[in-house]
């Protein structure tokens, strides 16, 4: 069963479910491709980036959550955006919570991309031809897949940094020692 994420409705996934869920999406994509259904298969990119995306600024949020309680700081990372829960937010409000965490503008640059390719396709499908919109397509699932390796390695570069550094804090437990650490 899915852990959840402090007190907000994000659902943290484990491994294996995540492991799960992108193959799932990832055979979808790579059928409706074939297919020339380009714009369903974009449909399914962009639930894949959002998903990762969200996934990294979550763990940006326990790092400096984690931070901030070793220093014995009360501080909700949460406070810093217009809007609380980013569950529910559009791919373009994602991508720049994650500009103010990340420092690589080149992953930042291609995110933008291609939020403004899925917009242009899907956004305003109705006033294009079909063909056109796969035409724009062509090549976007290579582009797609390196965008989705960047995404997967920053995540796991996260993991990877709140496991040595804040091993002693547990994810359902950030919420708890937030709670306790007061100034």
């Not at 062509?138 to 993991?159: A, H, N, P, W």
């Not at 708890?176 to 100034?183: F, G, M, P, S, T």
Request: glycine share 2%.
């Amino acid at each position: 069963m899915p852990k959840t994420h402090s007190k907000h409705t994000h659902i943290h996934l484990t491994k294996q479910e995540m492991i799960r869920g992108e193959k799932l999406c990832r055979r979808k994509i790579e059928t409706l491709w074939r297919k020339n259904m380009r714009v369903e298969a974009l449909m399914y990119m962009s639930l894949l980036i959002e998903h990762f995306l969200k996934e990294s600024i979550f763990e940006f949020e326990q790092i400096l959550e984690g931070s901030a309680i070793s220093m014995h700081v009360a501080f909700n990372p949460r406070r810093l955006y217009s809007r609380d829960d980013l569950e529910n937010q559009p791919l373009g409000y994602l991508i720049k919570v994650l500009e103010a965490y990340t420092v690589d503008n080149n992953l930042i640059m291609d995110l933008r991309r291609f939020s403004k390719v899925r917009n242009e396709c899907i956004h305003k499908l109705f006033g294009q031809k079909i063909s056109i919109v796969n035409r724009k397509l062509t090549g976007f699932d290579k582009f797609f897949y390196e965008l989705v390796v960047r995404l997967v390695q920053l995540l796991l570069s996260q993991i990877e940094h709140k496991k040595k550094h804040f091993n002693w804090i547990c994810d359902p437990c950030f919420q708890e020692v937030r709670k306790q650490v007061k100034l």
